[in-house]
């Protein structure tokens, strides 16, 4: 098992910027491949950027690209999402997830955090 919690939502204005870090434990976070997704209400979970289990690829929703940046920390077991220039269609609840291989889809996906709330205001 991999437990994943999410921290760093809030509310921003437009142009903004959040870091949101996604804290791991369990099994040997290096491991895994590690996803963000995002559901806005009445919405369907979509992909915002994965990074692989080293670190040295990185995949982004073409939404997100050139404004947010996917890191990780392995010694730290942690996974950043840097948050730049935001828009008010960023608003949702971004989730963490881990699979040993990684994927842009999220049934791929084993371990879920709870999710963190950011809101984007006009």
């Known amino acids: 098992q991999v437990q994943l919690v999410e921290s760093g939502g809030g509310l921003v204005q437009a142009g903004g910027s959040l870091r949101l870090s996604c804290a791991a434990s369990?099994?040997?976070?290096?491991?895994?491949?590690m996803g963000w997704f995002r559901q806005a209400p009445g919405k369907e979970r979509e992909f915002v950027a994965a990074i692989n289990r080293g670190g040295g690829s990185q995949y982004y929703a073409d939404s997100v690209k050139g404004r947010f940046t996917i890191s990780r920390d392995n010694a730290k077991n942690t996974v950043y999402l840097q948050m730049n220039s935001l828009k008010p269609e960023d608003t949702a609840v971004y989730y963490c997830a881990a699979d040993p291989r990684g994927s842009v889809y999220s049934s791929k996906y084993d371990y879920w955090g709870q999710g963190t709330q950011v809101t984007v205001s006009s």
């Open positions: 369990g099994r040997t976070f290096s491991n895994y491949a």
